[in-house]
């Protein structure tokens, strides 16, 4: 049995995966927050959140790393860890050199933290000659409004720290940049209490669709997984509104994919101890890199995976965490496509009337959550603002998608938000 130190979590499905994976492997954990209450505020009403079951609950300031380690190296001495690990993007730098300070396995700090960082990101790339959009990063107003010329309209502005696309948005002039520059500055501090980076990145706006490949790192090896095709929606925000693995892509895309995002994952030197989403754009120029995130896929694309493959990521990163080599064994699930779609909120008001009852009993449906009436939604800006999603399988081929978007349409048609 090993003992894992989990160090804050997403609150989605991945804040349940985790746990759930650590325990089926046959080990503990024990997790350390700063806020208890974020995660008891996210679990439904009189069930406890499955991070609260672990073998110790400490709390800490998770966001100074630097009066953090030595509260970790004492716990360390006493509790006896043999891995850290978290799926939250903003403690991923946290977590690698906690293990680097343990001498306990992960990936270099420094490639962690470049990762973490979209602007890092971009310059790493760039100097190994991986593929990307045209950029600019800058915080200054006159040298942006400038880089924005050089790149030309229409382009991305985008935080280089924030997560979900957050602030992400498509910019078609001068007068919208500054609308965009001024809604991140008006959002100093994250979701998680850190206070935000104030550069924004510039990005030419790429053409094609968008995939993510999905890695396993160990021992130097990085084995693809699979690539999952992304709808997107709610312009000029970028929100993710569905996704289906494994991608409808000709092999030769598929291969084109898969190789950029090995050439960015080596670029960065994500080759030891990770489970990455490498996000890729298939342009009419060829593949270009739009981000890399060092843990594994949120917005479903896990499940999605196990579904089909029977590879389980969330096991994966245990096991990697833990310097051992993951179990990428592929089995017969029956199924040969998964998907997922998220309802989305176009308006803002109170949610009067949303009915998934039929969704849920219908044939080849995986799983259906939705919000419940009487809660106040908003306009989606990101991914944050879902009220509920629908996930479908095609035993016989890649239908799963087509599947899924007839089964929230029905939802759609009854959805009442005043």
Known sequence: MAHLLVVESWVGSMSRLLPRAIREGGHEFTFLTRDLHHYLRSAPEGVAHPLLGARNVITADTNDTEALLPRVRRLHEVLGFDGVLTSCDYYLPTVARTAAALGLPGPAPEAVGHACRKDATRRVLAEAG?????????????????????????????????????????????EQLAAAVG???????????????????LEELLDGPEVSVETVSHA??????????????????????????????????????????????????LTDGVVAHT????????????????????????????????????????????????????????LRSAAVGFLVPEATGTLETLDGERVRTAPDVLEAQFAEPGRQVRAAGSNNEYLGHVMAADPAGTGARARVEALLGEVRSGLVIR
């Not at 991986?130 to 950029?135: E, Y």
């Not at 593949?287 to 579904?307: M, Y």
């Open 183 to 201: 809604a991140l500055a008006d959002f100093p501090v994250n979701a998680r209490g850190q206070r935000r980076v104030p550069t924004v990145l």
């Open 220 to 269: 130097g090896a990085v084995h693809v997984i699979g690539v999952t095709d992304k709808s997107v929606g709610g312009a000029p925000a970028f929100i993710e509104t569905g996704h289906m693995f494994p991608a409808a892509l000709s092999a030769a895309d598929a291969d084109a994919a898969e190789q950029t995002a090995l050439g960015a994952l080596k670029a960065l030197g």
């Open 279 to 334: 996000e890729i754009k298939l342009t009419s120029a060829g593949p270009r890199v739009v981000e890399v995130n060092p843990r594994p896929a949120g917005n479903r694309i896990t499940e999605l995976v196990r579904h089909v493959t029977g590879i389980d990521l969330a096991a994966a990163f245990v096991d990697v965490s833990l310097g051992r080599a993951p179990d990428l064994r592929r089995t017969d699930t029956g």
């Open 130 to 174: 991986v593929a990307g959009p045209r950029f600019a990063v800058h915080e200054e107003w006159a040298e942006l409004a400038r880089a924005a010329r050089e790149i030309g309209y229409p382009l991305v502005a985008k935080p280089v720290d924030l997560c979900a696309g957050m602030f992400v948005r498509r910019v078609d002039d001068e």
